[in-house]
């Protein structure tokens, strides 16, 4: 028996998905099949008229974006996620010497306040947690009891306003980057444990592992540690060696078996090809097998001295794609919390313009406010505008995400910060 497909409403439906059956009875719609693939707008309207309400539509194949995403995890958001992308006339490719400069708009003002705050919280954080690696690699004990404050101003931003936070967190400078990149796991760490409904002392504990979960890496020779190149085969089976090395530091200090466990642990996969103990599925723990996702998210998406960043929107599409790598419900719970666009993320209209994505819809995954700056139909910048894809009456919406590297766009965090 054939799979019945991802249920979403009528007005959901786009260009290019895969029907798989209609709501109601086979004399209720106007189409001759109840299994086809939408290509003409129009019958998107026809089906709306015909007081269709509920359509089933494809979740495998090439047609969907995230295949590897649990629907039934996502509940009602699983037509956001597995949405196919919309079919745009063709683009012609960017000129390759000319990058388009950027304006920097004036940002809404509550977006603004908010980034103006998870600015200074990161930067506190960012002194603090370095002084806490530096305190390990001199060998002295590691209060994690004291972090409480930071995790508790953390979590703070993330009630306040998560896209804020999780997005200044995310740029960090190459010389900052162990310490920031603590603090963008913490902050990672306390969204995804809000949106599992974790209780209080759990997310708790999940923040203080986001900022030690790397605490090993104070015990990697610099000259590895810092190496502006890929390492070679033995210097990265010496980095392997940082989570039994933060693990037992902070067993010596007395830290909580949570904050130890996600230390050891944060690098293992629930297929079994992790390290360092190979673990599989429940033999990780949910915290875990938490940090995993946060970890690898914020490594991809950050700026390395031997790589460039991804685009957050395609670390989501890529990190879906590596099956066996994270847990199912763990990894759609955190493409709830950042979305399937994050904040920054560079991406194409159905109107044949790029923006930017500067805020998160409230309703859908789908349809966040945008920063349009640039016609791809006269391959030049346009004036910057806000545009809300959640607002009523909105006619344009997101194709996909594309490649800034592609384009040339430099300094693309001045459109939403």
């Not at 995403?69 to 009602?76: H, R, T, V």
């Not at 000319?98 to 103006?116: F, G, H, N």
């Not at 190496?227 to 980095?239: C, W």
């Not at 670390?315 to 719970?333: L, P, Q, Y």
Request: glycine letters at 6%.
């Amino acid at each position: 028996m054939s799979k019945p497909g991802i249920k979403i409403k009528a007005t959901e439906l786009r260009v290019g998905m895969r029907i798989q059956r209609l709501g109601g009875s086979w004399m209720q719609h106007p189409f001759l099949r109840g299994r086809f693939i939408l290509e003409d707008p129009a019958d998107i309207q026809r089906i709306i008229d015909a007081g269709i309400q509920e359509v089933w539509i494809s979740d495998g194949g090439d047609t969907t974006m995230n295949a590897t995403l649990d629907d039934d995890a996502l509940g009602m958001e699983a037509a956001d996620v597995l949405a196919p992308p919309m079919v745009a006339e063709p683009v012609a490719a960017p000129p390759p010497a000319v990058a388009p400069a950027v304006a920097r708009p004036k940002p809404a003002r509550s977006m603004e306040l908010d980034v103006e705050r998870a600015r200074k919280v990161c930067h506190n954080a960012r002194d603090q947690v370095a002084n806490m690696f530096q305190q390990a690699r001199l060998g002295k004990a590691i209060d994690t009891q004291a972090t409480l404050p930071l995790v508790d101003a953390i979590q703070a931003e993330v009630q306040r306003n998560a896209s804020a936070i999780l997005s200044v967190a995310r740029l960090k400078a190459h010389d900052d980057y162990t310490y920031m990149h603590s603090v963008a796991v913490c902050a990672l760490m306390l969204a995804l444990a809000r949106q599992l409904n974790l209780d209080e002392e759990q997310t708790r504990l999940a923040g203080i592992g986001g900022l030690t979960h790397d605490l090993g890496k104070m015990f990697v020779p610099l000259e590895i540690l810092n190496k502006p190149a890929r390492l070679s085969n033995e210097e990265f089976e010496v980095m392997k060696l940082h989570p039994a090395a933060g693990a037992k530091a902070l067993a010596d200090s007395q830290a909580t078996p949570a904050a130890i466990d996600i230390a050891l642990h944060h690098h293992e996969k629930v297929n079994g090809r992790g390290y360092p103990h190979a673990l599989k599925g429940d033999e990780i723990s949910l915290l875990a097998r938490m940090g995993a996702v946060c970890d690898v998210y914020d490594a991809v998406t950050s700026i390395r001295a031997y790589k460039k960043p991804w685009d957050p929107a395609m670390s989501i599409r890529e990190m879906a794609r590596w099956d066996g790598d994270f847990d199912k419900r763990v990894f759609n719970a955190f493409v709830k919390s950042v979305g399937i666009y994050p904040v920054g993320s560079l991406v194409k209209l159905a109107s044949n313009r790029l923006a930017v994505v500067v805020e998160q819809g409230g309703d859908s995954l789908l349809h966040p406010k945008v920063r349009v700056f640039f016609s791809l139909r006269s391959n030049e910048p346009i004036q910057a505008n806000t545009l809300d894809l959640a607002a009523p009456g909105c006619k344009d919406s997101i194709v996909g995400p594309e490649d800034p590297e592609r384009w040339g766009f430099k300094n693309l965090e001045l459109l939403w910060q």
